[in-house]
């Protein structure tokens, strides 16, 4: 079993639709959860951070943590072009210090 | 607060030969990680200083890689006897050290092995 599964996609939506990227891990010790977007030849860039279970909004983005169920998800409302992108999971944060161990990434694909 | 800067953004190298890639993090960071990209992955880590001490390198890494941060600041990763193999993106991350730290990552360096 993977560390960090998430499905790879391409996951196709149309402007102005809700989005949804799926995560699991293994690791029970994780205490934090990221979700980074990185472009095609770009480096990975960090949108949104979950500590608690629940939600957590910011904007367009939504992150959900279900520590129980070792699932954490992002919700995209209103995408637009240009949120398309690889979507990275990355729990971390069980060993001290946060050591990021990322899932292969979801891309996501907006059309017009 | 320039991030995190990574130099060269691109090698093209021959099977066998040495190199050596920098990265200069967010001034106040004091914690350093290396990863390694490839083509529809996740970066994979590779290695962790805090300040000047490497505390963690991955099992996955080899000999031939080695890794500094002389004096806490900047960092440089070193490949020795290229293989084809190691084509990748090397990015680099920094962050706080304080409680619920987040990463930033560089721009990376792309290596292409010939």
């Known amino acids: 079993q993977k560390e960090v599964e998430q499905n790879s996609g391409p996951l196709s939506v149309p402007e102005g639709a809700i989005a949804s990227l799926n995560c699991t891990y293994s690791d029970r010790g994780s205490q934090s959860f990221f979700w980074y977007r990185q472009y095609s030849g770009k480096s990975p860039e960090l949108i949104m951070f979950?500590?608690?279970?629940g939600d957590k909004e910011d904007g367009r983005f939504t992150a959900q943590l279900n520590k129980a169920s070792q699932y954490v998800s992002l919700l995209i409302r209103d995408s637009q072009p240009s949120d398309s992108a690889t979507y990275l999971c990355?729990?971390?944060?069980?060993?001290?210090?946060?050591?990021?161990?990322f899932g292969a990434g979801t891309r996501l694909a907006v059309h017009p | 607060d320039t991030g995190v800067s990574q130099d060269p953004r691109h090698k093209i190298t021959k099977r066998g030969q040495n190199v050596t890639f920098r990265c200069d993090p967010i001034s106040e960071h004091n914690r350093l990680y290396w990863y390694r990209q490839t083509l529809g992955q996740g970066p994979e880590f590779l290695t962790y200083f805090q300040n000047e001490a490497q505390l963690e390198k991955s099992r996955l890494l080899s000999d031939r890689f080695s890794a500094e941060r002389p004096k806490g600041s900047f960092s440089t990763l070193e490949i020795q006897r290229t293989e084809q193999g190691d084509s990748a993106m090397y990015l680099c991350?920094?962050?706080?050290?304080?409680?619920?730290?987040?990463?930033?990552f560089g721009s990376g360096t792309q290596l292409s092995v010939l």
């Open positions: 990355a729990p971390g944060g069980s060993g001290g210090y946060n050591k990021l161990i």
């Open positions: 991350a920094s962050s706080s050290g304080l409680l619920n730290e987040k990463l930033f």
């Open positions: 979950i500590y608690s279970n």
